[in-house]
């Protein structure tokens, strides 16, 4: 079994900072892509930012504000958020593409999601 537990939301006023963090543990033997999404009320889950051995990759409504990076000594990603805007609002959650076995497939797993809220 793996598990990703996020920690690092809140509540922030406009323009200010936040940094998530998600760690993965249980049964690691490698792992892939790793990523933020975010739900807001009302909407479906979208794409935040990924990143893999080969780079990042963010939605265009957060690239320039939004950095993702990970640590990969512990199974960790990070999403730095400045400049917050009342949109970003939304309950985060950390993707990762694990495999528990030399033989197995890459297989995503998904947090319990992190409540941020951007209000003055």
């Known amino acids: 079994q793996v598990q990703l537990v996020e920690s690092g939301g809140g509540l922030v006023q406009p323009g200010g900072s936040l940094r998530l963090s998600c760690a993965a543990s249980g049964s690691i033997f490698g792992i892939n892509a790793m990523g933020w999404y975010r739900q807001a009320p009302g909407k479906q889950r979208e794409l935040v930012a990924t990143?893999?051995?080969?780079?990042?990759n963010y939605a265009g409504s957060v690239k320039g504000r939004f950095t993702i990076s990970r640590d990969n000594a512990k199974n960790t990603v990070y999403l730095q958020m400045d400049s917050l805007k009342p949109e970003d609002t939304a309950v985060y959650y950390c993707n990762a593409a694990v495999r528990t076995c030399t033989i197995c497939n890459y297989r995503d797993y998904w947090g319990q999601g992190t409540q941020v809220t951007v209000s003055s």
């Open positions: 990143i893999t051995s080969g780079g990042t």
